[in-house]
C-alpha cells in the first residue's frame, strides 16, 4: 500500500470513529432524563400577594437553571411548556394538581415535571415547596422545602434546588457548575425579584419589556449568569 493510499485510510478511520462517538455521545444525551417545571401557586395571603406573584415563574425558572447545571440531565425549554399549556388551557396562575402535571408532562415526553407553591407570614418571611411529580404514574416521588428571609430568596432556591437533586440521584455538579451555583445564590433579593419579573414579562408575551427589565438588572449586577443567558436568548430569538 502506498504512503498516500495509508494516509488516505487513516483519515477515513479517525472520521468513522469521530462520527461514532458523534452519534453515541447524541444517544445518551437523549437517554437523559428530562425534567419541567410548572408554574408555582402564589399562597401568600395579603398585600404582599401582588409584589410576589412574579415568582409564579420566577421560581421554576430558577430551578430549572440550577439543576440544568448537572450534565447528565435535560430540562424542557419553557416556550415549549408554554404552548403546551395553552394549548391544554391550563391556567398558569391556576394551582395545577398532580395529574395536569403528569398530563403535560407526557405531551412533553419528560419523565419528571416539578410543580410547587410559595406562601408568606407577612412579615418577610418566605417559604417555598416543591414537588417532583413522576409523568408516568402521576404521583408525587420527591419532596423539597425551603424557608427564610426574603431577603435570602436567591440561597433558598439554590438550597431546594439541591435537595431536589439530591432526592433525584443526580451526579455531583462539575466544578463550573458548582462556581456558578455559589455566585447565583448570592444575588440579592433585588436582583432575583427583578429577574422574576422579567421572566414573567417573557412568559405574557412582553418581550420587550423583559430585555429592558434585563438590561437594567444587568446595569447594576453585570455578573448575574441567568440575566446574562436569558438576553441573550432573547435576543437570538428575535433575530430568527
Known sequence: ????????????????????????????????????????????????????????????????????????????????????????????????????????????????????????????????????VDVATAQVEHTASAEGKQANLASLIGQLSEHLSHDMHLAELPKDGKRAHELTQKASYQTTLLFARAIEARDAGRVQQAITMLQQLLADSPEYEPAQNELTRLHSDRGR
Open 1 to 132: 500500500m502506498s504512503r498516500r493510499s495509508s494516509n488516505r485510510l487513516t483519515v477515513m478511520l479517525l472520521a468513522t470513529l469521530v462520527a461514532s462517538a458523534v452519534r453515541l455521545s447524541a444517544q445518551q444525551h437523549e437517554s437523559w432524563p428530562l425534567v419541567g417545571a410548572l408554574p408555582f401557586a402564589n399562597s401568600v395571603v395579603g398585600d404582599e400577594h401582588v409584589a410576589l406573584n412574579p415568582l409564579v415563574s420566577g421560581v421554576p425558572e430558577l430551578i430549572l437553571i440550577e439543576l440544568s447545571r448537572n450534565p447528565a440531565l435535560r430540562t424542557v425549554e419553557p416556550a415549549r411548556l408554554r404552548r403546551v399549556l395553552a394549548s391544554q388551557k391550563v391556567d398558569p396562575q391556576g394551582r395545577i394538581d398532580d395529574e395536569a402535571a403528569s398530563h403535560a408532562g407526557r405531551i412533553l415526553g419528560a419523565q419528571w415535571m416539578i410543580r410547587g407553591t410559595f406562601t408568606g407570614d407577612g412579615h418577610g418571611t418566605i417559604r417555598i415547596a416543591a414537588y417532583v
